[in-house]
Nanobody, 124 residues
Framework: EVQLQASGGGLVQAGGSLRLSCTAS????????IGWFRQAPGKEREGISC????????YYANSVQGRFTISRDNAAKRTYLQMNSLKPEDTAVYYC?????????????????WGQGTQVTVSS
């Protein structure tokens, strides 16, 4: 059974940093693309950063490009999202997701397995 556990959210002031972690179990991690998505109240879920299986190609949404960095540690079965220069508009519930395919796109509908989400709140 594919399981994903997101952690690392919290309350931070604008300009601050957080690092989210997604710990995986129940599947061959190396073969899966991993994505980070977020959903703010009243808004659609947004794909903000994804990292592919095999070659680790990355995608970033324009809204986070240059501020967020995604990485993966296949040995530890973890994916990280380093978030710097946080803004109040980054406030949302952040989810990690996985799919056993090579993806360079970051579209929620492509990912079949989801973690429970972690809240990120950025105060102004």
């Amino acid at each position: 059974e594919v399981q994903l556990q997101a952690s690392g959210g919290g309350l931070v002031q604008a300009g601050g940093s957080l690092r989210l972690s997604c710990t995986a179990s129940g599947f061959t991690f190396d073969d899966y693309s991993i994505g980070w998505f977020r959903q703010a109240p009243g808004k659609e879920r947004e794909g903000i950063s994804c990292i592919s299986s095999s070659d680790g190609s990355t995608y970033y949404a324009n809204s986070v490009q240059g501020r967020f960095t995604i990485s993966r540690d296949n040995a530890a079965k973890r994916t990280y999202l380093q978030m710097n220069s946080l803004k109040p508009e980054d406030t949302a519930v952040y989810y990690c997701a996985a799919e056993g395919a090579y993806y360079t796109a970051c579209v929620a509908g492509l990912f079949g397995s989801w973690g429970q989400g972690t809240q990120v709140t950025v105060s102004s």
